[in-house]
């Protein structure tokens, strides 16, 4: 059985003042049920698009976001369940999971200094690839 469903309304807040003014500071999202009304507040962390591409279309995702940035309330089309929502389109920090590097002899790197001033390094490895 599906749960109950609700239409969302984002109101951006741009920075008033300073070096970052008339920048998106964050976004006010209401959702909205036929008995319930939740509201919370997001910071822009450059998250919107994605969150928003994991419920429409990217050309829609884009003009959402493009709306927010000039500073313009949008409702986001269609309803929505609130597994969809709960986590507020907030700035999510995926666990990274580290991959141990072996030892590596610094005798097998070479560094040269090529045209544009940047500096490359080279692994060089003459035996078969270990992990």
Sequence with gaps: MLGETYKISARPLLFSEGEHEGRLNGVTFTAASSTDTREWFAINCGQFEGAFIRLMPRSRAKTIVATLLEGEEIELPGLYQEEQFHRGFSFEWWPVHFIVIPSIDRSE???????????????????????
Excluded: M
Aim: aromatic share 4%; hydrophobic share 25%; glycine share 4%.
């Design 109 to 131: 790197y070479s560094v040269s200094s090529p045209e544009c001033n940047e500096s490359h390094v080279v692994l060089r490895h003459d035996g078969p690839a270990s992990v």
